[in-house]
């Protein structure tokens, strides 16, 4: 069967996108959760019993009467157990010496980021990546968690500190002031808007939960660095405020019947950059320390902090408020937190912990009566219901207390186990679904690269084998293997495979298509080997035919491609591109220079140097007073005839141009990780001081837009397309982004719905009047004109949804986007005659560079999820995904499209040029998602795999899905191309 | 044809040029106290830059890659001395440019973006003013496709291409998190150009040598 290469292409990617579904869906297991339940008071079992009825069956009572959590940001483990903590924190140390503390390591899991760390801390729960990306849109913590708890049993809250707790957990607190953690370079008015609520709050009696969220340690450590001068003070700062708290509370507990506790902890570590996101010990261990009289009696040396997990402390702190256990939590009770309580107390404190356990293993695995935690955990509660027995008959000799002590030792074993093998159901790739996935990937891949001889040749056409696979005893055989090898796989795994649970059919099916695949890749690698035999020689001749460019075009591509096996190049791939696409404009530069300036060089080499220039000059005038005579006769516009007599030095300098815009580009937004907090553009565009000068950029840029786009367009969507962007800006000024011109005093800012909805009518107006010149072109076939425009219309009401999404300073990164289009298709392509897949080559890397000026990253806080908000009242899913999905892949999507309009406005050259920039463009997008996949297979076990790979992965699986769409519009226009080009 | 008394002088002017880097490496310490590549890297890409300059003047002293006309007048030597001068100088200021346009910062350690421009204008530049002279024309031939017309310019080409790839290549480690003082900004560049400027001369005449037979040029 014979294909065009766009409509091969288009069909590859579409079944890549399936295949790494089924990769995906192998490599993010679902993690363990319960998401909708929260549990409650009357769940809460009683204590085993054997017999005689025990007289505990209500939940278990407070411990505390109140508690204080003192969260410090990125407070390290060293920073108070190590020598600066001895320094400059001499009050807990003192405090830690008198034996009143408990003090542990705690452990926290990657990322290592704010807010996946506070739900770890309230839910105890690990937040897996996917829950992370899941949630992105929904900001109140759905899961079950200490806080919601607290408000049920009337616990009365207060809050100060970072605002994501009041994100995170809105109207649950009697009393909060969030701060924002927005500007970096702040850190004593974090702190202080914390501390001055201090004084007051710790007079007062009437909370009973309160928590405090310093932001202060993080940001010195962003700016300068865990070893900077700033820290000590900052530590002694912290050390005060502690000293507070606990004065405060112990004249508290002399009125009260029970004790409080104080809780110090940090959310995460700070690496040695002073950063963190990472899993190294510096950024994961943080300091655990439990403060309250009870646990002074317990007094020793300063002996080396245990290591416990940072989930343990939602478990412990619901015991010690009297609430229930958080459902989800994996987390188990710190022995120590409660050892000052009664043996009876205290056994009942670990069933409760051991039930919730088995009761979240028993959701989250099937196999659950086999796991050896749950067995233990059995055995352990039916002792204890004998111990009970043997207790409420008053037996209270020293074999009871013994006997306790045992007891208590097998539901820590019990526990132990338990939350250990709830952890290791979050971790768990489901490698064969992976396999299959990949593989299915891998052949569409190389499909498309064997394709290419066919594809890129002058009738471009490729001939799919399709009759190969049903009449070869290959593929029968293939097929056999391939059902033996899944029977096999899914009868011996024990674990749930999502492959495997696929029905039979569906299963045979995908496993049917993968071996006629292979054997149609079979048929093609033959054919191929079998008409190059002969011709060795030619390939070699052309390899030195290529030019820098070509040079520079493949060891780009391929260099990123391959940079993607470290995590630094993942995190900085901004840096990648800037660099390639600097040195593309300085090739083109020479390119060009080359062009102008050694016009017949051939003829000339025969001459003698000083000759040579001057005739050179000449012959070059000559050319161009030619031209510019022939120029002259036709009529032309001041400013189009300005350019044609300055064509050469205009092209000349046209690289230079996009190369200067590509630099003031750079700073407008910092991304990445290493540099992203050098001070960008764009924040002090958008902070409120200087809405002025963003009102004045912003109408610049609008005009800017129209004049840039408005001339190709016909007349009735240049009008569409001004009314659109004098609605964006009304849109910014409801929002309050931008200023009125006549109206200096802001009055009340809305949600812009009208003003959104308005634009919205407008893009849609002018994407129907594209798309209706385009079915024009088609049904009429000799009218190239009209698609053009229908084309040229579709790209610039795209240009105006992006105008009306973007963030208001990105309106600089869209002119300029604009901009540099406008050169290259002006002066550097038509100066320099590139063939269509050199030109889809430097479509894309623009576009990849795009991607990252807009402020875009590899890592999943930069997905700027406000634009699925723009003209909708509430949150609704659909417009809202796509929305987002169209501002974050903008930049790549607008060149591809732009790509597509240049291509097939110069069909009357080569009819193919369509089709061979679809083929090269699917290419282009299908190598680093295949090579990716696999390397991210055989570094799953890195230590980064979370915080760097899987967003990365993500990213690069979406941006396949868009380009599958991009395909799909180049082969929709190739068609209609092809259609009008043969009558 | 091919002169083999020509290559063997071009081998000798690479190896004087190499012994330059060598020369910068070795000579600073004793004359500066605590001298190190890394951490005084600024002195030592002056150092290096003059090394490099002052051999590319001798050798066009002693070896005259280019012979001019002879009888050229004192006025015209100065007028050609003053365009070299300014021609150096020019593009010093155009790779600075070209490195800023790459994303080196504009205000902050401007002396050090300068130093690395100084020095890449010391690799390629000041070799192309010794052999080919202020000839704008020239310039552009020699580094045209199949422009080279002798084994210096087949040297030029060589040697300027292969410290441009290396300080190409020496940006790459930069983005790392290793945290290493060599990937302190121009560190690792610098040195890149140098392994490639050092790399080329090497390579140079070896590859000339090879390709004999295919490099026929033209009489003078
Ligand atoms: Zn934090
Ligand atoms: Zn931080």
């Known amino acids: 069967m014979k294909v065009g290469p766009a409509a091969l292409s288009c069909c590859c990617l579409l079944v890549q996108v399936l295949g790494l579904a089924l990769f995906l869906r192998g490599f993010f297991p679902v993690p363990v959760r319960s998401q909708s339940r929260k549990s409650s008071m009357s769940e809460v079992p009683a204590e085993p019993r054997a017999g005689t009825a025990s007289n505990w069956t209500r939940p278990p009572a407070a411990l505390f009467q109140r508690a204080v959590v003192l969260l410090i940001d990125a407070l390290r483990q060293d920073f108070v157990f190590g020598a600066k903590g001895r320094e400059h924190m001499p009050y807990i140390t003192q405090l830690m010496e008198r034996g009143a503390t408990l003090s542990f390591i705690a452990k926290a899991t990657a990322p290592t980021v704010t807010m996946p760390r506070i739900k770890a801390l309230m839910t105890g729960s690990i937040p897996g990546f996917i829950d992370i990306v899941m949630n992105l849109n929904s900001h109140e913590l759905v899961e079950d968690n200490l806080m919601w708890q607290a408000k049920q049993t009337g616990k009365r809250v207060v809050f100060y500190g970072d605002d994501t707790w009041i994100k995170l957990f809105p109207k649950h607190f009697v009393e909060s002031d969030g701060t924002t ?23 007062r009696n009437d909370w009973d939960v309160l928590v405090l969220h310093y932001l202060g340690l993080d940001h010195i450590g962003h700016l300068t660095g865990p070893h900077s001068h700033l820290i000590g003070p900052k530590l002694y700062e912290m050390d005060l405020v502690l000293k507070k708290i606990h004065s405060a509370l112990i004249s508290k507990d002399e009125e009260a019947s029970l004790p409080s506790l104080i809780v110090v902890c940090g959310d995460h570590g700070m690496s040695e950059a002073g950063s963190h996101g990472g899993s190294s010990d510096e950024e994961v261990q943080t300091p655990l320390i439990l403060i309250s009289s009870p646990f002074q009696n317990k007094a020793g040396t300063l002996k080396e902090p245990e290591m416990i997990q940072q989930t343990d402390l939602a478990p412990t702190l619901a015991v010690g408020l009297g609430l229930p256990i958080p459902i989800g939590s994996l987390g188990m009770l710190l022995p120590a937190a409660v050892q000052h309580k009664s043996m009876r107390e205290q056994l009942r404190f670990f069933h409760l912990n051991g039930y919730q356990l088995s009761n979240l293993l028993r959701e989250n695995l099937k196999a659950y009566e086999k796991d050896d935690g749950v067995e233990q955990f059995k055995k352990a509660e039916k002792l204890h219901a004998n111990w009970i027995k043997l207790y409420l008959e008053g037996n209270t000799s020293e074999v009871l207390t013994n006997l306790g002590r045992k007891l208590l030792r097998q539901y820590l074993e019990a526990l132990q186990k338990l939350s250990s093998s709830l952890s290791k159901q979050v971790a768990e790739y489901d490698i064969y679904s992976m396999t299959v996935g990949a593989i299915v990937t891998l052949e569409m891949f190389f499909l498309l690269l064997l394709g290419i001889p066919s594809a890129l040749s002058s009738q471009s056409q490729f001939d799919v084998p399709l009759a190969s696979p049903v009449c070869s005893l290959f593929f029968y055989m293939t097929c056999l293997v391939l059902a033996a090898v899944h029977v096999i796989v899914c009868t011996s795994a024990e674990n749930h495979c999502f492959f495997c649970s696929l029905s039979w059919m569906m299963a045979m099916g995908i496993l049917g298509f993968i071996a006629a695949l292979l054997c149609i890749l079979l048929s093609v690698l033959a054919t191929i080997i079998a008409k190059h035999k002969p011709s060795n020689e030619k390939t070699n001749s052309s390899m030195s035919a290529w030019s820098e460019l070509d040079l520079l075009l493949l060891v780009g591509t391929l260099g990123h491609v391959f940079s993607m096996g470290a995590s630094s190049f993942i995190e900085e791939e901004h ?63 001041i400013l189009e005839r300005f350019i044609k007599d300055n064509e050469k030095w205009i092209a000349l300098m046209s690289p230079g141009v996009i190369l200067l815009c590509c630099r003031l580009l750079r700073p407008i937004n910092q991304t990445g990780i290493q540099w992203v907090h050098r001070s960008d553009f764009g924040h002090w565009l958008t902070s409120s001081d200087h809405k002025a000068e963003l009102s004045f950029l912003v109408g610049i840029c609008l005009v800017m837009i129209f004049i840039l786009i408005q001339g190709k367009c016909s007349l009735v969507s240049k009008a569409a397309l001004l009314f659109g962007l004098l609605g964006v800006y009304c849109y910014r000024a409801a929002v309050g982004h931008v200023l009125y011109p006549w109206q200096q005093n802001t009055k009340e800012i809305t949600k812009g719905i009208t003003e959104a909805r308005f634009v919205y009518i407008f893009v849609l107006g002018i994407l129907i009047s594209g798309v209706k010149d385009l079915l024009k072109a088609h049904v009429m076939r000799t009218d190239s004109t009209a698609r053009i425009v229908g084309l040229w219309e579709v790209y610039s009401g795209l240009i105006l949804l992006a105008a009306l999404l973007f963030r208001p300073h990105n309106l600089v990164v869209l002119v300029f986007c604009l901009l540099i289009q406008i050169i290259l298709t002006m002066f550097v392509w038509k100066a320099l005659k590139y063939d269509a897949a050199q030109i889809t080559i430097m479509h894309y890397w623009f576009g990849q560079a795009f991607f990252f000026f807009q402020g875009n990253s590899n890592t999943i806080s930069t997905v700027d999820v406000s634009a699925g908000f723009v003209g909708l009242e509430n949150y609704m899913e659909l417009p809202a995904v796509l929305l987002t999905a169209f501002v974050t892949y903008s930049g790549p999507f607008l060149w591809a499209v732009h790509l597509l309009c240049y291509l097939s406005g110069e069909t009357n050259k080569t009819p193919t040029a369509v089709a061979h920039g679809c083929y090269c463009y699917a290419i282009l997008r299908c190598l680093p998602v295949t090579v990716y996949i696999l390397l991210v297979t055989g570094l799953r076990y890195h230590l980064f795999i979370w915080s760097v790979f899987s967003p990365k992965l993500l990213y690069e699986v979406l941006h396949l899905v868009v380009s599958a769409g991009v395909c799909l519009m180049f082969t929709v226009v190739d068609k209609n191309q092809v259609a009008s080009s043969d009558v | 044809m091919m002169d083999e008394a020509e290559l063997r002088r071009l081998s000798a002017g690479h190896i004087l040029c190499g012994l330059a880097v060598v020369v910068s490496l070795g000579v600073p310490p004793f004359l ?27 050798l066009l002293l002693t070896l005259k890659p280019n012979p001019s006309t002879k009888r050229s007048s004192f006025t015209h030597k100065v007028n050609k001395l003053y365009r070299t001068c300014l021609y150096f100088f020019v593009s010093c200021l155009l790779f600075h440019g070209i490195i800023v346009l790459y994303g080196a910062p504009l205000v902050e350690s401007v002396g050090e973006t300068f130093l690395f421009a100084v020095l890449l204008s ?11 002279g202020p000839n704008f024309h020239a310039w552009i031939r020699v580094f045209s496709k199949d422009g080279a017309m002798s084994v210096w310019d087949h040297s030029l080409q060589i040697t300027t291409f292969c410290s441009i790839v290396g300080a190409w290549l020496g940006a790459f480690p930069i983005p790392l998190d290793w945290d290493r003082p060599w990937q302190v900004w121009p560190i690792s560049c610098s040195l890149g150009a140098t392994f490639g400027y050092v790399a080329g001369l090497l390579l140079a005449p070896f590859w000339i040598y090879w390709n004999r037979k295919r490099l026929t040029y033209k009489s003078r």
């Open chain 2, 122 to 132: 010391s690799f390629t530049t000041s070799r192309c003013l010794c052999i080919l």
């Open chain 1, 575 to 637: 840096q990648t591109w800037y660099f390639l696409v600097n040195t593309l404009c300085l090739v083109l530069s020479q390119d060009m220079c080359r062009k102008y300036f050694l016009v017949r060089k051939r003829d000339k080499m025969t001459l003698p140097d000083a000759a040579r220039g001057a005739q050179e000059d000449v012959y070059i005038s000559d050319l161009y007073d030619a031209r510019k005579m022939e120029l002259r006769e036709e009529r032309l516009s």
């Open chain 1, 181 to 203: 953690s927005f500007f970096v370079s702040d850190f004593t008015e974090v702190d202080d808007n914390v501390t001055r609520h201090l004084d007051d709050v710790l007079k």
């Open chain 2, 32 to 58: 500066f106290e605590d001298f190190s590549l890394l951490g005084s890297h600024l002195t030592w890409l002056c150092v290096c830059s003059a090394c490099v300059i002052t051999v590319n003047v001798l």
